[in-house]
């Protein structure tokens, strides 16, 4: 299996050099399912989600693929629909609010005039697929109280297997991986939020 999604990603690499013009295919995370108890509460503890960084190469808009220890390619055909760092974001808002009566979590704007809430910073360092047949969501998330002192900061890393060959099934163990990430944080913060309550 890991071989075959290395061919498959050299192969891709490659089409553009046929007489036919390669087909080109987007790809967006599977969607967070919405709970019903996912609802905001005057007793909540606001925290405002920053853009979620990216590290330059998976910016890109291709889906990035190591293809060994020290070498990654981006994809030409296999790109993200939407930009992946407001893919993420967006997961991640959705995600957080998810069965929370501790905390509640917005997107940051320009607009947003809001000093006494906490900040969560999330900075992904890794995410793509593996010549070892998985995918890897790794990075670091810090949050910050209401005068920017850091609360906690913790790295993060979880490989999620491929069940099938292929750019689909990377998408899909991606958004597994990033499923994990959304559990762990929602874990840290409901334990921080009762501390930043306290202050």
Partial sequence: MKVLLAVTVILSLLAGCGAKAPQ???YLLEPVPIKANADYKASKLIIVLAPVGMDNLL???GIVYQ???????????HLWAENIST?????LLVGLRQGQNRYWVVQS???????EVATLLVNVQKFNGSYQGYAEVAGEWS??????????????????????????ALVNALSKAT????AGLSHELSGLAIMTNGQ
């Fill in 24 to 26: 080109t295919k987007s």
């Fill in 109 to 115: 704007s320009p607009q947003m005039n809001m000093p």
């Fill in 87 to 91: 893919q993420l974001s967006n997961r």
């Fill in 143 to 168: 949050l910050l109280d209401s005068q920017g002192e850091l609360l906690k900061s913790q790295p993060f890393s979880f490989k999620e297997p491929l069940n099938s060959d292929g750019y689909t």
């Fill in 179 to 182: 499923d994990r990430l959304i």
């Fill in 67 to 77: 293809t060994s220890p020290t070498e990654a390619v981006v994809a030409q055909q």
């Fill in 59 to 61: 910016g890109s808009k």
